[in-house]
């Protein structure tokens, strides 16, 4: 399914003002911009709150990519315990790790968990 939204041509000023126009450039895929490997994409939502010092917030909708390997400090979706969950993927020296807030669990003592993948977007409302 495409989604196709209107797409102005001028940048919109974070600063000062600036004169705007009304000239509308093209339509926008959506699913072009976000989703770069659609076979191996899927959206869910975050619930709770242990993620929000990285930006990830009750409610959200996350873009997860299963083909992309995770990097230090990528954010990912792992099988914990057979829950689904958001966490920080951390590699270090011998051993990697998944955190979010204080807690870390140490994968080489959890063989059982499981990357699903990585996150590639945030999709938030601005409140």
């Known amino acids: 399914m495409k989604l196709k939204l209107p797409f102005y041509i001028h940048k919109v000023g974070a600063g000062f003002p600036s004169p705007a126009t009304d000239y509308i450039e093209d339509d926008v895929d959506l699913n072009s911009h976000l989703i770069k490997n659609a076979p191996a994409t899927f959206i869910i939502r975050v ?13 959200d909708l996350l873009i997860v990519d299963r083909s992309i390997n995770p990097k230090n400090l990528s954010t990912v979706i792992a099988n914990v315990n057979e ?45």
Do not use: A, C
Not at 47 to 59: P, Y
Not at 98 to 118: A, D
């Open 83 to 127: 829950e689904l969950v958001v966490k920080t993927f951390l590699k270090e020296k011998d051993n990697n790790y998944l955190r979010s807030g204080q807690n870390k669990l140490e994968l080489k003592e959890n063989p059982s968990v499981i990357i699903w993948g990585v996150v590639t977007y945030v999709i938030h409302k601005f409140h």
């Open 47 to 59: 619930q709770g709150k242990s993620m929000n010092e990285v930006g990830i917030h009750d409610g």
